[in-house]
T-cell receptor, first 117, second 113 residues
Framework: AQTVTQSQPEMSVQEAETVTLSCTYD???????LFWYKQPPSRQMILVIR??????QNATENRFSVNFQKAAKSFSLKISDSQLGDAAMYFC??????????????FGTGTLLAVQP | NAGVTQTPKFQVLKTGQSMTLQCAQD?????MSWYRQDPGMGLRLIHY???????DQGEVPNGYNVSRSTTEDFPLRLLSAAPSQTSVYFC????????????FGNGTRLTVT
């Protein structure tokens, strides 16, 4: 069974600085999807970024980018020029490509990011 | 486009009471699912469905029932609430087999006393 591990329960960053959130996963599959979701205090789950395992190029969305290392099974999220609105819980998630039968996401336990003014 | 709509936003139950959490989506997504979120445990899958009339168990199904009579709706039923079911519940949906991300509702905070 696949597992997702986020080893940093809490992180803190100064406004305008860069922070990297770690995520590792375990799988025997060769093709899959990886996601980062943001959950602000409003409780809403917001997709931050998505990576397809067969694509070697790291995904980027504005100030958010990932460092995807398939061999190491690592999927870290880098937030550049951190803003106060980035303060939230961040979840890493894995999804299989097993023909789409389940589409279930397997989540890590989350990293709570604080942004200091 | 409303996306995924969950009701209610908050609910307090007494042990042994029953209730239904409602979930509806208007994106014609085949796949719908229910997760529960507990501190330090991330989100865990309760039940899911890949289409009308088809449901299956996830990681933590005990104490919950689901049905899928239409593509749009996927209610979650607690038949006899227990304090261990105190949690935040999320409904999520997506298209099958496309790699599309899950779209989440805004969650329901349930407290069982």
């Amino acid at each position: 069974a696949q597992t997702v591990t986020q080893s940093q329960p809490e992180m803190s960053v100064q406004e305008a600085e860069t922070v990297t959130l770690s995520c590792t996963y375990d799988t025997s599959e060769s093709d899959y999807y990886l996601f980062w979701y943001k959950q602000p205090p409003s409780r809403q789950m917001i997709l931050v970024i998505r990576q397809e395992a067969y694509k070697q190029q790291n995904a980027t969305e504005n100030r958010f980018s990932v460092n995807f290392q398939k061999a190491a099974k690592s999927f870290s999220l880098k937030i550049s020029d951190s803003q106060l609105g980035d303060a939230a819980m961040y979840f890493c998630a894995y999804r299989s490509t097993d023909g789409g039968a389940t589409n279930k996401l397997i989540f890590g336990t989350g990293t709570l990011l604080a942004v200091q003014p | 486009n409303a996306g995924v709509t969950q009701t209610p936003k908050f609910q307090v139950l007494k042990t042994g009471q029953s209730m239904t959490l409602q979930c509806a989506q208007d994106m014609n997504h085949e796949y719908m699912s229910w997760y529960r979120q507990d501190p330090g445990m991330g989100l865990r899958l309760i039940h899911y469905s890949v289409g009308a009339g088809i449901t299956d168990q996830g990681e933590v199904p005990n104490g919950y029932n689901v049905s899928r009579s239409t593509t749009e709706d996927f209610p979650l039923r607690l038949l006899s609430a227990a304090p261990s079911q105190t949690s935040v519940y999320f409904c999520a949906s997506t298209l099958l087999g496309t790699g599309s991300p899950l779209h989440f509702g805004n969650g329901t905070r349930l407290t069982v006393t």
